[in-house]
């Protein structure tokens, strides 16, 4: 993802762009920004980035101005000490809007949201109201993710989903691997990850790993009423499937 930063405290940012770095390591964080003018001049003559963290009360006046002499490409999340311009924010490109001083864990929250939803965003036609993303979803007009951006070193690469057997999460990190046992780490987490992948390709075997239904290729009984997954490619620890979520992978793997 390529974000861009516009805060005019020095320590709000350098606080804001140590946790981001933390938080999404894979992130590029092309500029910085403490001004309407600043940040308008730019996105007047570059692509839009991916995402905007946001400011509202900037060093040359309120953020909401760089709307009305840009026609935004972004989705934003808003930072601010003021809880009184939240509804305003909600009128444009808002994800999320947080208060500071904030915490990592609403950063987490925030940036979690924004993936969750950016398989519905249209880079040529961007969806202006967090409203109609919500009824979207309640209406069931969901597309899932077809493609996922991944990294190995120093390079990034897109995977189709139907090329990758299996994703799973150790340490806050998740790694995708391939049914070639190519093994690329993913900046989403896997609660999000669900959220996007097709349940009928895809299901969450246990809170460790989401699996491809054309990863399993046996499923044992085991002790308590759980089931064990064989998965090729191998993973590298068994994949034991809870009794709650025992019938609902049988009648997955029988759809």
């Known amino acids: 993802m390529k974000i861009i930063l516009i805060e005019d405290e020095i320590y709000n ?55 009305d002499r840009v026609d935004v490409k972004s989705m934003v999340i808003f930072t601010t000490a003021y809880d009184n311009y939240a509804l305003r924010a909600f009128k444009v490109n808002s994800i ?3 208060l500071k001083p904030f915490k990592e864990k609403d950063l987490e929250a925030a ?7 950016w398989f519905f965003i249209d880079r040529k036609n961007i969806i202006h109201n967090y409203a109609e993303v919500l009824d979207a979803v309640k209406r069931g007009e969901k597309k899932f993710r077809k493609r996922i951006l991944v990294s190995k070193g120093p390079a990034f690469y897109s995977l189709m989903t139907d090329d990758i057997a299996y994703f799973y999460s150790e340490s806050r990190i998740t790694t995708a691997v391939t049914f070639r046992k190519q093994n690329h780490i993913v900046d989403f987490s896997l609660d999000a990850l669900e959220e996007e992948l097709d349940p009928a390709v895809f299901f969450r075997a246990n809170r460790q790993i989401i699996v491809n239904i054309n990863s399993v290729d046996r499923v ?17 620890e068994m994949v034991v499937v809870s009794r709650l979520k025992a019938k609902d992978i049988k009648q997955w793997l029988g759809k």
Request: charged content about 25%; glycine content about 4%.
């Open 111 to 117: 940036i979690e949201k924004f993936e969750n939803f």
């Open 96 to 98: 999320d809007y947080l």
């Open 220 to 236: 044992d009984n085991y002790f308590g009423g759980k089931l064990k997954a064989r998965l090729n490619p191998p993973f590298h």
């Open 13 to 67: 940012l350098r606080l804001l762009e140590e946790m981001i770095r933390k938080l999404r390591p894979g992130w590029e964080i092309l500029k910085t920004f403490d001004s309407v003018k600043a940040t308008v001049s730019w996105l007047q003559k570059n692509p839009h980035p991916d995402l905007l963290f946001m400011d509202i009360q900037l060093a040359d006046g309120l953020c909401f101005s760089i709307f």
